[in-house]
Nanobody, 121 residues
Framework: QVRLVESGGGSVQAGGSLRLSCTAS?????MAWFRQVPGREREAIAG????????WLDDSVQGRFTISQDNAAKTVSLLMDSLKTEDTAMYYC?????????????????WGQGTQVTVSS
């Protein structure tokens, strides 16, 4: 496991933008952002591998969110544009090192503390 430190998040009006960042204390093969609202399961929304060659965005954020990574800095960022009220959630950074993985919580062994994103109408 590695330690993940998140930054960013906050409150914004619908249509606005926010950037989340996550820095790992050590090597990770892949990292992702998950989000969770009360009463629902944590869901993956964006992921990237350590080289940046493999990226994935859930349909719910495709075209609005961009995930990027700085491998040297062990940092992954999530730029969130055109935010909607339904994007309101606690956002978590996660990392894993399996040789094969899917963008599902079971494949991640390190988690950040979470950062709240609130989008108001």
């Amino acid at each position: 496991q590695v330690r993940l430190v998140e930054s960013g998040g906050g409150s914004v009006q619908a249509g606005g933008s926010l950037r989340l960042s996550c820095t790992a204390s050590g090597y990770t093969r892949y990292m992702a952002w998950f989000r969770q609202v009360p009463g629902r399961e944590r869901e993956a929304i964006a992921g990237i591998d350590s080289s940046g060659a493999i990226t994935w965005l859930d349909d719910s954020v495709q075209g609005r969110f961009t995930i990027s990574q700085d491998n040297a800095a062990k940092t992954v960022s999530l730029l969130m544009d055109s935010l909607k009220t339904e994007d309101t959630a606690m956002y978590y950074c996660a990392a894993g090192r399996a040789s094969e993985w899917r963008w599902m919580a079971a494949y991640f062994d390190s988690w950040g503390q979470g950062t709240q994103v609130t989008v108001s109408s």
